[in-house]
């Protein structure tokens, strides 16, 4: 359970995960077999090269690679995104109030 509370405070704004410039690199990869899939899928007949996946299965393959990598990767990522609020912390204020600076 811990694992999992773990993942999700990853998608935290302002969390990140521990190697952000390894799974952005992922991402790029990602996008760039999503375009080859595509392409092949569409264009290999017309070059000579017959692939043997169908234009909407190739479709359906690519687009699930960019909305997973869209989705979830980015906002993993990065500090300055979110799909989560981030956790209230108490400052150090004496009147109890929490600090809010940042969503400004």
């Given at each position: 359970m811990?694992?999992?509370?773990?993942?999700?405070?990853?998608?935290?704004?302002?969390?990140?995960v521990a190697n952000?410039?390894?799974?952005?690199?992922?991402?790029i990869s990602g996008s760039v077999v999503a375009g080859l899939i595509l392409a092949m899928a569409h264009f290999g007949d017309s070059v000579g090269y017959h692939v043997a996946i169908d234009q909407v299965?190739?479709?359906?393959i690519a687009a699930a690679i960019l909305i997973i990598a869209n989705i979830f990767i980015v906002p993993a990522t990065s500090k300055k995104v979110g799909l989560l609020p981030p956790?209230?912390?108490?400052?150090?204020?004496t009147d109890g109030t929490t600090d809010e600076t940042l969503y400004n």
């Open positions: 811990s694992k999992l509370l773990a993942l999700l405070n990853v998608f935290r704004f302002g969390s990140e952000p410039t390894l799974w952005k690199m992922g991402h299965a190739a479709d359906k956790k209230s912390q108490a400052s150090d204020k």
